[in-house]
């Protein structure tokens, strides 16, 4: 085996090793890409060996944070992070769920369906799936126990609705997918649209289905209200200023008016004027909204400096022809090596976060793909459309992951939030259903692309 095959493994196993030893994940991507071209520079000079890796290798990276930071395609992180969470301090969503609950009060299983129709607009205004799952649970769990739901429906539909902030856009990860695999955010966002619109409706149609089925689990409240036009009325006028919101942010970045970054700048001042409508907006709410702003792209940003070294030194050790000789080898064919590619991005989302898995896995797989010849059709318009359609698989898949047990994400996210009696096992039991629809989902997105082609072709090619 050569001296580069072991310090590639090497690195890799030393980087996942030390994942657990609860380090800050920025410092251990640089920490161990500045050792190991250390080893590859000692080894080079007393061993006679010839990895590559001489002392101008950290040097380039220099050139290649600064060219992060020039990066105007990630300006729209930290302003698409500010409209979350000032979306979730404006108010919007409570007001929305007390309509909507009175919308759908003399259905079965309708508080259910309101928690997921939230949970979608939700993933559509803030794109961060801690956010959304919170707010969601803070929101509708007390309501849901109050009216008796089984509690394993109640939280596995938190829980799953919580989790479409990651794919419906504008989510920051197709943002930081569409960097890292070079692809157009644009493609991506209407990309996106279909495939997070099925997995709602999958949701929805599960509800209402289970809540006929066992009646005594969706029971209906004890005084539910008459819809009349003047319920309807309500709903369409809390709906309207979240809804209107988006359609400025994704309307104007499909029409072509604005870039994903001007789009972002619309949709945060948006949000400002929608807590100042809703009189949410005080200093101290500004001053939170911000700071939070400000840590979260500050986490993000400092693992893209991490990963930007760590990267580096393993293209300049061969990691990813290794990678794509080892992919190429296997004897599955196109689509079976997909299939692995994304068994293991599955396996991968237990311990890693969507951004490590994005700024590490993504670019090293996205030459892998495009070289396996896929015939994925993007109608004369859509550039790349086989990176389009596997960066959406991949999105789908980190969904599910994230929704799976033992260790999914969102899973933790909601145990924080939950009454005290309320065990891991409840919300285990609860996932169980929407993971299988997770993955009917994701069967759907891989037997039929042209439901992440079609929409950015017919947008673009007129």
């Keep these: 085996m050569e001296i580069n095959t072991i310090l590639v493994i090497g690195m890799f196993v030393s980087f996942i090793l030390l994942l657990f030893t609860g380090f800050p994940v920025a410092w251990v991507l640089g920490g161990v890409a500045i050792l190991f071209a250390g080893i590859g520079f000692i080894s080079d000079i007393y061993f006679d060996s010839v990895t590559g890796l001489d002392y101008s290798t950290l040097g380039l990276s220099v050139g290649r944070i600064f060219g992060i930071m020039d990066n105007w395609v990630l300006v729209a992180l930290p302003m698409f992070i500010f409209m979350g969470l000032m979306l979730d301090k404006s108010g919007v969503a409570e007001r929305m769920m007390h309509s909507m609950q009175k919308l759908f009060g003399n259905v079965r299983g309708g508080l259910a369906v309101t928690v997921t129709l939230i949970g979608i607009i939700l993933a559509a205004s803030t794109g961060i799936i801690g956010a959304s799952v919170v707010l969601l649970g803070v929101m509708s769990l007390p309501v849901m126990m109050a009216q008796k739901y089984n509690k394993s429906l109640a939280l596995g539909t938190v829980a799953s609705a919580g989790c479409l902030g990651i794919l419906i856009p504008p989510s920051i990860m197709l943002v930081i997918m569409g960097d890292q695999l070079g692809i157009s955010v644009g493609d991506l966002f209407m990309g996106a649209v279909f495939p997070g619109l099925i997995l709602g409706f999958l949701y929805m149609t599960y509800i209402i289905i289970y809540s006929l089925l066992r009646p005594e689990h969706a029971p209906l409240p004890p005084r539910a209200e008459k819809t009349d036009w003047k319920v309807i009325r309500q709903v369409f006028l809390d709906i309207l200023p979240p809804a209107g919101l988006i359609l400025a942010v994704l309307g104007s970045i499909f029409a072509g008016i604005a870039t994903v970054t001007e789009a972002s700048g619309i949709g945060a001042v948006g949000a400002l004027i929608l807590a100042l409508g809703y009189r949410k907006l005080s200093f101290s709410v500004l ?176």
């Excluded at 400092?302 to 990678?323: C, K, N, P, S």
């Excluded at 999914?408 to 039991?429: D, N, T």
């Design 287 to 462: 001053k939170e909204v911000v700071l939070n702003t400000f840590n979260t792209s500050a986490y993000i940003f400092a693992i893209f400096v991490g990963a930007t070294v760590f990267a580096l030194v393993l293209r300049e050790l061969g990691g990813d022809e290794l990678i794509e000789s080892v992919l190429t080898g296997l004897p599955f064919g196109p689509y079976g090596i997909i299939a692995f590619i994304l068994l293991v991005v599955f396996l991968l989302g237990f311990f890693l976060d969507w951004i490590e898995i994005s700024l590490i896995i993504l670019p090293l797989l996205g030459p892998v793909v495009s070289a396996l010849g896929l015939d994925i059709n993007g109608y004369g318009v859509v550039d790349s459309p086989e990176l389009v359609w596997f960066a959406l698989l991949v999105a789908v898949t980190l969904q599910t992951s994230f929704l799976t047990p033992p260790v999914g994400f969102a899973l933790f996210y909601l145990k924080g939030v939950c009454p005290p009696e309320i065990k891991l096992r409840h919300i285990y039991k609860g996932v169980a259903p929407f993971v299988v629809l997770q993955l009917i989902g994701l069967l759907l997105v891989a037997l039929f692309p042209a439901l992440v082609t079609w929409l950015p072709a017919v947008a673009y090619g007129n």
